[in-house]
């Protein structure tokens, strides 16, 4: 049976490819060799009947994925900042819980709900270990930035906030400043969100006990895994 983030996933990927000329907007994944499906989304996908009937008799390419950043060395192309697989499933699936909530944007509680519907980083078995479970950050994100309309339906794909593009820049320049080579992972995307304390994001982790303690262990984790195997 496929797990939600495999159905997720699947969803994700069903909607990309079924429109042959979709322009993706700069709040999503950039698919950088045409028409062709993530290896990352593949993988989250993997044993998920519905994406394996979509993907019967199809070669799908491999690609490299880049997430939005305002970081100019990276936009420009100067320098290449490689993403996990986990944190571009995380992204995604981010976007998804957005419009679960129905909200009209993905911002920091998404990219939050993103990496715990994600479940295998490092970042999420950490909030995990803690008590911070998917159904807390819900509950937290409607408390903090309250319910949307009944009625109300999110775009396809809802844009970053400022606090989400500011939580992927952190991630992205962190990255860089560390020297080390190696993808920027779940982990440094979890720090991100925590290093900006006005976002909804940091707001709900705090409220559950999430503290610079625990932001110290992760960022630890984080700078050991450059010099294993990428998370």
């Not at 699947?10 to 698919?31: C, D, E, M, Q, Y």
């Not at 936009?75 to 993403?83: D, F, L, M, P």
């Not at 509680?109 to 909030?127: C, F, P, R």
Request: net charge neutral; charged share 20%.
């Amino acid at each position: 049976m496929a797990t939600a983030a495999q159905a997720a996933a699947a969803a994700f990927i069903s909607f990309l490819s079924s429109s042959p000329h979709h322009n993706t907007p700069t709040s999503s994944v950039s698919f950088l060799a045409g028409r062709v499906l993530p290896a990352s989304l593949r993988a989250a996908a993997a044993g998920s009947p519905t994406f394996a009937s979509r993907c019967r008799g199809r070669s799908v390419a491999a690609i490299v994925a880049q997430l939005p950043t305002a970081n100019p060395e990276v936009a420009s192309g100067e320098k290449k900042i490689r993403w996990s697989s986990r944190a571009v499933r995380s992204f995604a699936m981010a976007e998804l819980e957005a419009r679960k909530m129905r909200y009209p944007t993905t911002g920091t509680e998404g990219l939050l709900m993103g990496i715990l519907v994600e479940g295998t980083s490092d970042a999420a078995k950490l909030l995990r270990a803690n008590g911070i479970t998917l159904l807390n950050v819900r509950e937290e994100a409607a408390n903090v930035l309250g319910k949307s309309e009944m009625f109300y339906f999110s775009p396809m794909q809802p844009p970053l906030t400022e606090a989400a593009l500011r939580a992927l820049d952190w991630a992205v320049n962190e990255k860089l400043k560390s020297g080390d080579d190696g993808e920027v992972t779940a982990n440094h995307l979890l720090l991100g969100i925590w290093s900006d304390k006005e976002s909804a994001g940091h707001k709900i982790l705090a409220s559950l006990a999430f503290d610079d303690e625990k932001a110290n262990s992760l960022a630890k984790t984080a700078g050991e895994e450059a010099a294993t195997s990428p998370r």
